[in-house]
Every structure is written in C-alpha cells, then in structure tokens.
C-alpha cells in the first residue's frame, strides 16, 4: 500500500510539473500572440493541436468535421487575444472555447439530424462504466458512432459533468430530451460494446 501511494504521489508530482510547463509555454506564446506574432501563433496552433483534436473527436462524426472545429476555435483564441481578454490557465480555457464551438457546429447543423429510435437491448445498469475499461482511442470512435444528438449529450453529461438543465440550456432543447438522449446514447454504447468487445459486457454486464 505505502509503495502504491508514494508512486502515486511521484505520478501527481510529474503531472504537476509539466502542466505548469504548459501554463509557462501558453503564457510566453500569448504574449506574443497579443502583439500579432505570426510565429507565435503557428507554435500556439502545432502544440495545441493534438489536444484540441482529442476534445473536437468526441464531439463531431467525422475527422473533417473536428478540424472545422479545431481551426473555427483557434481562430476564436486569436480574435479573443487581440482583445486582450484575461486568461488564467490556458488549457482549461481553450478547452471551453472548443466545447462551445462544438456546440455552435451541432446547434447549425442539428435541423439536418433525425434521431434515431434505439431498442433496449441491454440493461442500463453500468452502461457506460466499461468505457473506462478502453483505451482513448477505442473510446472516441465509440463515442463517433452514436447519432450527434445523442453524442452531445453523452459528451456535455458524462465527460464534461454538466447536470440537464444546463445541457438543455446550451443546445436549446428540454431537459427531458437530455435525459431521453443520454439513456438512449447509453444503450446505444452497450449494444456496440457488446457487439465489438463482448468479452467486456460479459465480464461487466
């Protein structure tokens, strides 16, 4: 147990220091950024890119789409640098600007979407659980194959910790349509996990 906990308290120590080397490195490329460094922004773009993709996957159905998101949101992050809009930990706050574009790029979209009726095939219980049991790359094209209604909601509920009314706040919609598509998304999830890991539904069913 104490050589559980003292590698646990290394691995938070870790991860402690590189984000603030992260804090360090957004602070000195901001700083440029405001003051229209066309390099700055490039470097901005490239070390971000890879997280911002791994938050727009989730969201969006398809590659093309997450980059219309990612690219929509750094250009958010310029126009709000030049106006010189305080920012206390960059991450988080880029973080919120791609959320919100992704909700953006479904609420102009979402007149084209038809929800689709799912059966309950499985149980509820625990539905989403097993996905803590895959990697993130299993996970994000799981989460791809829901319907976008659904995948909002499971996103803004499940991953984000956002309650129904707010979800049902920022896309328009009534809360008990948030919580019919995040039990729909979860049975959905579990007919796909039973179909592509059955040995997991089993074991956590």
């Known amino acids: 147990m104490e050589?559980?906990?003292?590698?646990?308290?290394?691995?938070?120590?870790?991860?402690?220091?590189?984000?603030?080397?992260d804090q360090k490195l957004a602070e000195s490329l901001i700083g440029a950024c405001?003051?229209?460094?066309?390099?700055?922004?490039?470097?901005?773009?490239?070390?971000?890119?890879?997280?911002?993709?791994?938050?727009a996957l989730r969201f969006c159905s398809t590659r093309e789409d997450?980059?219309?998101?990612?690219?929509d949101s750094f250009l958010k992050v310029f126009v709000k640098l030049q106006s010189k809009e305080k920012i206390k930990v960059f991450r988080p706050w880029f973080r919120r600007v791609l959320i919100?574009?992704?909700?953006?790029?479904?609420?102009?979209?979402?007149?084209?979407?038809?929800?689709?009726?799912?059966?309950?095939?499985?149980?509820e219980k625990d539905s989403y659980t097993i996905l803590d049991k895959l990697n993130e790359e299993e996970i994000i094209a799981l989460i791809q194959k829901l319907s976008p209604a659904y995948r909002m909601v499971f996103n803004l509920y499940v991953i984000e910790g956002h309650s129904h009314k707010e979800i049902a706040d920022k896309l328009g919609i009534e809360v008990s349509?948030?919580?019919?598509?995040?039990?729909k998304a979860k049975a959905r999830l579990r007919i796909l996990l039973s179909?592509?890991?059955?040995?997991?539904?089993e074991h956590y069913g």
Do not use: C, W
């Open 100 to 123: 919100n574009t992704s909700i953006d790029n479904f609420r102009k979209q979402k007149n084209r979407f038809q929800t689709l009726e799912i059966a309950y095939a499985f149980s």
């Open 34 to 55: 405001r003051k229209g460094d066309l390099s700055a922004q490039r470097n901005l773009y490239a070390h971000y890119y890879r997280y911002a993709m791994g938050v």
């Open 66 to 71: 997450a980059m219309e998101v990612v690219n």
């Open 3 to 21: 050589a559980f906990s003292n590698k646990n308290t290394t691995r938070l120590v870790k991860e402690s220091k590189i984000l603030d080397q």
């Open 195 to 201: 179909k592509i890991y059955p040995e997991r539904i």
């Open 177 to 183: 349509t948030s919580k019919g598509n995040l039990s």
